[in-house]
């Protein structure tokens, strides 16, 4: 099945940091791809999504490029703030089920 | 919007007790899934449906139990609860694509 790998924090960054969440996947055929983020003691919500190669999602000041020569999906944003301190998942989704990693932890810090 | 609604929110069990979390989605989607969120191991999938009646494992079905009955309905048994199972349990449903989250049930086995 599709397999992801993230770093997994945390990341701690001070408020209007650059911040990138690197991702790489492995999947067969062409995967869609997604980022969600969970807020603190809530479920997971989407983020942004790109179906296709070289299509960037963005959502909220975040952005990520479909790459399929590199099999990456990196999350970036130009500056963070306190309120984007949250988990991370990045997913690749080929078929019925859809398999989380572990995310990435950041807290941005005032 | 209801969403998806899981119930109940927080459980306490004893070690060998018998419990079923329920996942109701309101959106006509045809794919459901339980997931399983534990510290340091992100989000780990249970058990998931493709569509009414129907129903497969995913990573980490073991001990857990699963029906599809009616198409907006999505149960998580547990027949005889052990310790290893206190954790954080997430309903997701889908059509295509993007996956929309319940707000979690934490349940807990002494």
């Known amino acids: 099945g599709d397999s992801v790998t993230q770093m997994e924090g945390p990341v701690t960054l001070s408020e209007e940091a650059f911040l990138t969440i690197n991702c790489t996947y492995t999947a067969t055929g062409y995967p869609s791809l997604f980022w969600y983020v969970q807020y603190p003691g809530e479920g997971l919500q989407l983020l942004l999504k790109?179906?296709?190669?070289?299509d960037k999602g963005s959502n909220k000041g975040f952005e990520a490029t479909y790459r399929k020569e590199t099999t990456s999906f990196h999350l970036e944003k130009g500056s963070v703030q306190v309120s984007d301190s949250a988990v991370y998942f990045c997913?690749?989704?080929?078929?019925?089920?859809?398999?989380f990693g572990k995310g990435t932890s950041l807290l941005v810090t005032p | 919007n209801a969403g998806v609604t899981q119930t109940p929110k927080f459980r306490v069990l004893k070690t060998g007790q018998s419990m079923t979390l329920l996942c109701a989605q309101d959106?006509?989607?045809?794919?459901m899934y339980w997931y399983r969120q534990d510290p340091g191991m992100g989000l780990r999938l249970i058990h998931y449906?493709?569509?009414?009646?129907?129903?497969a494992k995913g990573e980490v079905p073991d001990g857990y139990n699963v029906s599809r009955l009616k198409k907006q309905n999505f149960l998580l048994g547990l027949e005889s609860a052990a310790p290893s199972q206190t954790s954080v349990y997430f309903c997701?449903?889908?059509?295509?694509?993007?996956?929309?989250f319940g707000e979690g049930s934490r349940l807990t086995v002494l």
């Open positions: 449906s493709v569509g009414e009646g129907t129903t």
């Open positions: 790109a179906t296709k190669a070289d």
């Open positions: 959106m006509n989607h045809e794919y």
């Open positions: 997701a449903s889908a059509n295509t694509g993007e996956l929309f």
């Open positions: 997913a690749p989704n080929s078929g019925y089920a859809l398999n």
